[in-house]
């Protein structure tokens, strides 16, 4: 299953740069966006693979690492909710899906950052002013991601009809959208999910 997880970015490659060349042609960047999350998912025989990467901002409405006890409980309560897959991704009780694997990093859950890119900047000497003095702004604060990824085994995969996100969305209400490549014994395909529109099809 790990091939297969490491797989799944080569797979869905083209997806992915038709999906940005789509972002860009609407003028966002869409790497980390807010209230834009990301979801792989992948269905092998019985077993179902999940990656959830959202911007910290969608789950627990800030970017930094909690100091007050107001922002440490909410990192706490959207870490327990994302403890339980089983509700969040609402599986089906029929394909009897218990949790093999699962794992949560974030810096707000003091895991360290993932080395910046070569074109994030921290050193705020490095940012262009616009004029009057004022650096642009939106590379003052950190881009915190919270990065969910899930292993779960199921009895009945045929009863994996549809994947529901409504949950998601009811959840953390920051989240908009979500942007979903998914590979199943049907194929792959990338599609973006709302609220409204939150299920798709195996």
Do not use: W
Not at 74 to 80: C, D, M
Not at 118 to 139: F, I, N, P, Q, W
Not at 153 to 168: E, M, N, R
């Amino acid at each position: 299953m790990r091939r297969l997880l490491l797989a799944l970015p080569f797979a869905l490659l083209p997806l992915a740069i038709a999906q940005a060349a789509e972002v860009h042609e609407h003028g966002s960047l869409g790497a980390h966006e807010h209230g834009v999350g990301r979801l792989n998912a992948a269905l092998d025989g019985q077993t179902l693979a999940l990656e959830l990467d959202s911007p910290a901002m969608n789950l627990v409405g800030f970017e930094h690492v909690a100091s007050s006890d107001a922002d440490k409980a909410k990192v706490a309560a959207a870490r327990a909710q994302l403890e339980n897959p089983l509700v969040l991704f609402s599986l089906p009780k029929a394909a009897n899906c218990v949790v093999s694997q699962q794992e949560l990093k974030s810096p707000l859950f003091g895991d360290k950052p993932d080395a910046p890119d070569a074109d994030d900047h921290d050193d705020d000497d490095d940012h262009a002013t616009d004029g009057k003095g004022a650096a642009a702004e939106e590379h003052h604060h950190d881009h915190s991601e919270i990065h969910a990824h899930y292993q779960f085994t199921c009895a009945a995969p045929g009863a994996l009809k549809t994947l529901d996100l409504s949950q998601v969305f009811t959840t953390f209400p920051a989240t908009q959208k979500i942007q979903v490549q998914l590979i199943s014994p049907s194929g792959q395909q990338g599609v973006e999910v709302t609220s409204k529109a939150a299920a798709l099809k195996f």
